[in-house]
């Protein structure tokens, strides 16, 4: 694997909640632009299935490290 190929870790809603410590709903109210907690800088989920979604771990470490600043 060369240094162009990067590899993407897909992270499920447990693995979210997990990493972030924060609740379900709490990420749900982050994502929805008419909820007083929206933060539009959250990263936005990739549609994985019909039913199905996750978040890019690099989006979310790069999320993080911006929050710390």
């Keep these: 694997m060369t240094h162009s190929h990067r590899i993407r870790i897909v992270l499920r809603m447990k693995q979210m909640t997990e990493k972030l410590s924060i609740s379900r709903s709490s990420i749900y109210e982050k994502m929805n632009p008419k909820s007083p907690r929206f933060d539009a800088t959250f990263p936005k989920p990739i549609r994985l299935g019909?039913?199905?979604?996750?978040?890019?771990?690099?989006?979310?470490?790069?999320?993080?490290?911006?929050?710390q600043a």
């Design 50 to 67: 019909a039913a199905s979604v996750g978040w890019l771990e690099n989006q979310v470490d790069e999320w993080l490290m911006s929050r």
